[in-house]
């Protein structure tokens, strides 16, 4: 059967052709889809961990119990995966099991835009990378047949391109896969020094295989251009964009393993080429890789390391027309992310501003809280941070720091890697406060499960993780719960819990307005009369505010009557929708 697949739901749709049973991710744009679209397959037991290191060994675990598995994250996801990864990478599998990241070149929605393809070359093992919807599902088939011939996980890199483009996919059958015995088998997976330094040299016929392998695999092919003035070698992407240049003109080595690379595939193509040019993306690993095996080849001399590439950038590049159709519109108007009407994380932002407080930052909607006019955020790094490194500023200033620093962190990040900086808090004593966001849900990567929010991935019922017990189990004594919508209560509690002389958690909670089982409130309403243009309103910087004939006006498709800007007015201008003044 043909179908219009979004990459993502295609390289879902070779899970189950797979025959793949056990599935464990944690959401990261622009892998979030992979698992959520596994999950629509009953024969696919899919889970949200609560993050990429516990997700990639759950997968391990059972791929060494004999059932193919899966694990999906972003690229920062693979950092905090990498220490399972390198080892891993050691022990080799039982049944098959994939890794997807997906990156982000451009940064459409991460803090970098790091290159994963240095992952598979630092960890030794193969990385498939597709360059469309119908390559997303094959290659996740084929990444299984050589985890189980090589016995290796293999690596399935995606892209925001080709994550997030539908093209047409021709579906085939599900494979029951029997399971695999599992064997105790103390030499292969206990790695241990002595077992490890057995397999080190294990890995390294194992690459040996697979650059073999890849001199004659289908993953990596040669179309013939109809002159050899050019060569082009690439993957992915660019693979579509240098097709849409060059059509039939150019000669191309399209690598679908990108690691290892083919050697005398690669000097072949080469010698059959006036010049050779590698395409690629972020940093110059197949160029790199070219060079080592002393070819002339032209790639990050003309080609940038930073951001997406287009068909416009490489035909002005390799100095040819951009062809009509690939012409982009590029002035378009900017439309930066803003927190949304109602959102609960925007009350904490404009006390933490009141009170004058340097806010250690952290992933997640609540980040929006770094932008104007509320501009509210210190520090972003990674999820996890903000928690870590207020304890080490206030260890480093001390006493005048912990009167006006807060850590600011979601629900989400907090399960994912925030619990061990609190434990470094509760252990090692600073006097820090922590402002946990809990709108009981994953908000910024599209509404994902979590353990605090008492539903799995498919939204059943599921444990729930209760926030103030385990904040308390750790050793802090001062927990609090306020409700963001109320300004002069989360006031309070952020000076009190800053005065107080030890550590302490604020749990700001209240659920994400844009959830289906919110209930919105009607609009309200700016009385004009009693308007003073004070813009005081305005300093909350909720997109259903703006300023119309010199007066607050409340754009109403947007309000969700959260009453949260009503608690600004000095003047009694707003009124709910019956006209009541607030
Ligand atoms: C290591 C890593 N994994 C995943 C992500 C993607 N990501 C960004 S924010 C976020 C979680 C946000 O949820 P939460 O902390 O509950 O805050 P909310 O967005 O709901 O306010 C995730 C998963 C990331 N940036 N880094």
Same mark, same amino acid.
């Given at each position: 059967?043909?179908? @219009?697949?979004?990459?993502?739901?295609?390289?879902?749709?070779? @899970?189950?052709?797979?025959?793949?049973? %056990?599935?464990?991710?944690?959401?990261?744009?622009?892998?979030?889809?992979?698992?959520?679209?596994?999950?629509?397959?009953?024969?696919?037991?899919?889970?949200?961990?609560? !993050?990429?290191?516990?997700?990639?060994?759950?997968?391990?675990?059972?791929?060494?119990?004999?059932?193919?598995?899966?694990?999906?994250?972003?690229h920062?996801?693979l950092n905090?995966?990498a220490?399972?990864l390198f080892?891993?990478a050691?022990?080799?599998?039982?049944?098959?099991?994939?890794?997807?990241v997906?990156d982000d070149p451009g940064?459409?929605?991460?803090?970098n835009e790091q290159d994963s393809r240095h992952y598979a070359i630092a960890a030794k093992i193969p990385m498939l990378e597709p360059s469309?919807?119908?390559?997303?599902?094959?290659?996740?088939?084929?990444?299984?047949?050589?985890?189980?011939?090589?016995?290796t996980?293999v690596l399935i890199k995606m892209c925001?391109?080709v994550?997030?483009?539908?093209?047409?996919? #021709?579906?085939?059958?599900?494979?029951?896969?029997?399971?695999? #015995?599992?064997?105790?088998?103390?030499?292969?997976?206990?790695?241990?020094?002595?077992?490890?330094?057995?397999?080190?040299?294990?890995v390294e016929?194992r690459t040996a295989k697979l650059i073999e392998f890849a001199e004659?695999s289908?993953l990596n092919r040669v #179309?013939?251009?109809?002159?050899?003035?050019i060569g082009i070698i690439t993957s992915s992407t660019c693979y579509?964009y240098v097709?849409?240049?060059?059509?039939?003109?150019a000669s191309i080595l399209k690598l679908g393993l990108i690691n290892p690379m083919p050697v005398k595939k690669i000097k072949d193509f080469a010698a059959g080429v006036e010049k050779l040019y590698v395409v690629e993306e972020l940093d110059p690993i197949i160029e790199t890789h070219v060079k080592t095996l002393g070819l002339d080849v032209t790639g990050k001399e003309i080609f940038p390391m930073i951001d997406e590439f287009?068909?416009?950038l490489i035909?002005?590049k390799l100095?040819?027309?951009?062809?009509?159709?690939?012409?982009?519109?590029?002035?378009?108007?900017?439309?930066?992310?803003?927190?949304?009407?109602?959102?609960?994380?925007?009350?904490?932002?404009?006390?933490?501003?009141? !009170?004058?407080?340097?806010?250690?930052?952290?992933?997640?909607?609540?980040? $929006?809280?770094?932008?104007?006019? $509320?501009?509210?955020?210190?520090?972003?790094?990674?999820?996890?941070?903000?928690?870590?490194?207020?304890?080490?500023?206030?260890?480093?200033?001390?006493?005048?720091?912990?009167?006006?620093? %807060?850590?600011?962190?979601?629900?989400?990040?907090?399960?994912?890697?925030?619990?061990?900086?609190?434990?470094?808090?509760?252990?090692?004593?600073?006097?820090?406060?922590?402002?946990?966001?809990?709108?009981?849900?994953?908000?910024?990567?599209?509404?994902?499960?979590?353990?605090?929010?008492?539903?799995?991935?498919?939204?059943?019922?599921?444990?729930?993780?209760? @926030?103030?017990? @385990?904040?308390?189990?750790?050793?802090?004594?001062?927990?609090?719960?306020?409700?963001?919508?109320? $300004?002069?209560?989360? +006031?309070?509690?952020?000076?009190?819990? $800053?005065?107080?002389?030890?550590?302490?958690?604020?749990?700001?909670?209240?659920?994400?307005?844009?959830?289906?089982? %919110?209930?919105?409130?009607?609009?309200?309403?700016?009385?004009?009369?009693?308007?003073?243009?004070?813009?005081?309103?305005?300093?909350?910087?909720?997109?259903?505010?703006?300023?119309?004939?010199?007066?607050?006006?409340?754009?109403?498709?947007?309000?969700?009557?959260?009453?949260?800007?009503?608690?600004?007015?000095?003047?009694?201008?707003?009124?709910?929708? +019956?006209?009541?003044?607030?």
């Open positions: 059967m043909k179908e @219009l697949m979004l990459g993502n739901k295609a390289l879902a749709r070779g @899970l189950y052709e797979a025959g793949v049973c %056990v599935a464990s991710s944690y959401p990261g744009t622009p892998s979030t889809e992979t698992t959520e679209e596994a999950a629509k397959y009953e024969e696919i037991y899919c889970e949200w961990a609560p !993050n990429e290191k516990v997700a990639m060994e759950t997968a391990f675990g059972a791929s060494r119990a004999g059932k193919r598995s899966y694990c999906a994250m972003k920062v996801g905090v995966a220490d399972p080892t891993i050691y022990t080799g599998v039982n049944a098959g099991m994939v890794i997807c997906a940064m459409h929605s991460s803090q469309d919807s119908q390559e997303a599902l094959d290659f996740t088939k084929k990444a299984y047949e050589i985890s189980e011939e090589f016995d996980p925001t391109r994550a997030h483009s539908q093209s047409i996919v #021709e579906t085939g059958e599900r494979v029951e896969p029997a399971m695999k #015995e599992y064997v105790k088998d103390i030499a292969k997976y206990v790695m241990v020094p002595a077992n490890a330094k057995k397999r080190h040299p294990i016929e004659t289908e #179309e013939k251009g109809t002159d050899n003035k579509q097709k849409e240049v060059f059509g039939d003109k287009s068909q416009g035909a002005e100095g040819v027309e951009t062809p009509e159709s690939c012409k982009a519109i590029t002035d378009l108007p900017n439309r930066p992310p803003a927190m949304c009407s109602g959102c609960p994380h925007r009350g904490v932002f404009y006390t933490l501003n009141k !009170n004058k407080c340097r806010v250690m930052g952290d992933i997640g909607c609540y980040t $929006l809280g770094s932008a104007p006019p $509320l501009c509210a955020i210190d520090t972003t790094e990674c999820m996890g941070a903000s928690v870590s490194s207020i304890h080490g500023f206030n260890k480093a200033r001390g006493e005048e720091s912990e009167k006006n620093t %807060v850590a600011v962190i979601g629900d989400s990040t907090f399960m994912h890697s925030g619990m061990t900086g609190l434990a470094n808090i509760a252990y090692n004593q600073t006097n820090s406060t922590v402002i946990i966001l809990d709108n009981s849900i994953t908000g910024m990567t599209g509404h994902q499960q979590n353990p605090t929010t008492g539903f799995n991935l498919r939204g059943e019922p599921a444990g729930k993780i209760n @926030l103030e017990a @385990l904040v308390k189990a750790m050793g802090i004594n001062r927990v609090r719960v306020v409700d963001p919508y109320d $300004l002069s209560a989360v +006031d309070t509690a952020v000076k009190e819990e $800053l005065a107080a002389p030890e550590p302490s958690v604020i749990i700001s909670r209240r659920p994400c307005v844009l959830l289906k089982a %919110v209930k919105k409130n009607p609009p309200v309403k700016v009385n004009p009369d009693k308007c003073k243009s004070c813009k005081s309103c305005m300093q909350m910087g909720c997109p259903s505010i703006s300023f119309k004939d010199g007066k607050a006006h409340i754009d109403a498709t947007l309000c969700v009557g959260c009453k949260v800007c009503t608690q600004l007015c000095h003047f009694h201008a707003f009124e709910d929708a +019956d006209g009541n003044e607030i």
